[in-house]
């Protein structure tokens, strides 16, 4: 059974940066296409980042990130800690939302429901 728990949130000013990581218990992370995704109150959970399983590299795309978060995120992988990090700069308040983390044994896609894993969450707010 594979589980994956977020970790990091929490409350930051603009301009400041943050760390989220995604804890997979059960199975080694680079088997795992993982993504971040986010809900902000009132709104549709959207897709932020996405990292490809090395297995899928014929596909191209390693990384793909959401417009509104290119060049201030990253998304990066620990295969000695399990993890699938998130580094957060230059943060805004538009920002703020709950953060999850989700994994599938497939090529990236943008699409909530198509990762078969998915963390509870974090929340992350980012005040102006």
């Known amino acids: 059974q594979v589980q994956l728990v977020e970790s990091g949130g929490g409350l930051v000013q603009a301009g400041a940066s943050l760390r989220l990581s995604c804890a997979v218990s059960g199975r080694t992370v680079s088997t795992y296409t993982m993504a971040w995704f986010r809900q902000a109150p009132g709104k549709e959970r959207e897709f932020v980042a996405a990292l490809l399983a090395i297995r899928f590299a014929w596909s191209g795309g390693g990384t793909v990130y959401a417009d509104s978060v290119k060049g201030r995120f990253t998304i990066s992988r620990d295969n000695a800690g399990n993890t699938v990090d998130l580094q957060m700069n230059s943060l805004k308040p538009e920002d703020t939302a709950v953060y999850y983390c989700?994994?599938?044994?497939?090529?990236?896609?943008?699409?909530?429901?198509?990762?078969?894993?998915r963390g509870q969450g974090t929340q992350v707010t980012v005040a102006s």
């Open positions: 989700a994994a599938r044994e497939a090529v990236i896609s943008r699409t909530w429901y198509e990762y078969q894993y």
